[in-house]
């Protein structure tokens, strides 16, 4: 790899793996055929189910319909890879289980010797589109030379701008766990922490589990097993209120996810069909899990980049990790290890537990609790989310 022409582009050291500066720009005819397919999509029929009231039965047709005439008339692909193209974006060769996996990652890198290491995760439908907010107030608040974190997002494998899992062979949160702590070493950082939502705090949990190198991890999500399966019975009203209401999403909410783990390839070859029935599945959960609900424009940014790379059905691979048929032993993301673990609730996402509870299954040291924001917190608040995480890594990096 060369070295980069933009501010904060260059690692502090010379990668240990084969990487290249990567320029986003999708040809002019990906563009021009999803435009086709907007323009003769088939009017969406009326039905009592899409124009309920509050969207409990699912996605509203009238929002479906606003959301495809703007993304047909008005949206523009081109200046969202302008801002992509705006921060430094890179493309490694990287190794788990000998499987030689391609994995993009926009990073800001710092000039300070002691800035710390931060690998952040997206979850799904989201994807590194998510973190370009956190980046825009970073760059406007520091220079390369005083920045104090190096802010490392990588596509997850199967998404985005990274290269799909193998065909042959099950990828696990494990594997990724061990692609990212290899990336993270390639990049000159033996020492880490990793910041992560959704089903990224997973692979977080385990790398904290499994490598020396992760030190410390920040979550704004958490994955907590049910209560009769380990000795985390809720104790206090509090406690069992937070338990009722994560059962209560998985009632409600989770069809999606029941889905998604047992007929991945059902559902990958469905939503993967056509731009709107995307737009529908991947819509409805922004909508429906978000506090704030994110522009319409990052909706279709974040349907478009799956669309254009292909990427919904090799996105999924997250979901099947404990399905009896392809289940990996070994890849449990649940064992509780003693490293440091910081945890911002934001109270409109799903599955949200109060301090004393989290305690019972991991090595809690820092928790703040916020009175708004939702799932996709980076999108949402943030600056909230930056400051949490800047004020984590600054008291949990120096005991380290």
Known sequence: MGPSSKPFGNPPQKPTFPIHNLNVHFPQSDIDDLRSRLNNARPLRTTWENSFTDAALGIRQDWMDQAIAYWRNKYDWREVEEKINKYPNYMASLKAREHEQSIHFTALFSEKTDAVPVLMLHGWPGSFLEFQPLMDDLVSNYSPSDLPIHLICPSHTGYGLSG??????????????????????????????????DFGALIARLMAENFDGCKAIHLNRLHLERPETRDIAPTTKEEEKAVAEAKEWNLYEAAYKREQVTKPATIGIVASSDPVAMLAWIGEKFLAWSDETPSLDMILSNVTLYWLTESFPTGLWAYNDDHPPVAVKGTSPHNKHEKPVGYSLFPKDHETYPESYVKKAMNLVWFRQHDKGGHFAALECPKVLLQDLLDFVKEVWSNH
């Open 164 to 197: 799909p899992p193998p065909r042959h062979d099950k990828f696990t949160k494990r594997d990724a766990a061990e692609l990212y702590d290899g990336l993270m070493r390639g990049l000159g950082f033996d020492s880490y922490v990793v910041q992560a939502g």
